[in-house]
């Protein structure tokens, strides 16, 4: 019994520490609702089930950009993380009808 309890106090806290470096956030805006991973070993984001895209930090706020492809259209994203507040902002330009699109939304931690 005692070896079964030593061997228990001995992985728990492994799995426990390696669980800390990924961060899962829901996030809403009006009706959309998105999935964001923070992998902060790596320096990872990942949306849905997109690629994961390399990030930078800056004081409070986490941001990155991607490209996507819909439609023969180019759509360019600069998204900004405010970590303390869990508020992110998505701002898309359309290459070829040269729209600009600034969605809100906001975030909550899922344990």
């Given at each position: 019994?005692?070896?079964i309890l030593i061997i228990i106090f001995l992985f728990f806290?492994?799995?426990l520490l390696a669980d800390t470096?990924?961060?899962i956030y829901s996030c809403n805006e009006n009706k959309s609702k998105l999935y964001v991973l923070f992998n902060h070993?790596?320096?990872t984001v990942m949306i849905g089930m997109g690629e994961q895209k390399k990030?930078?930090?800056q004081i409070d706020f986490i941001y990155w950009d991607t490209v996507s492809y819909q439609n023969n259209d180019t759509l360019f994203r600069s998204i900004i993380f405010h970590k303390p507040t869990g508020r992110m902002s998505v701002n898309t330009y359309n290459s070829k009808s040269k729209n600009k699109k600034l969605a809100y939304y906001q975030c909550t931690l899922m344990k």
């Open positions: 019994m005692l070896k806290p492994n799995v470096d990924n961060k070993n790596n320096k990030y930078s930090v």
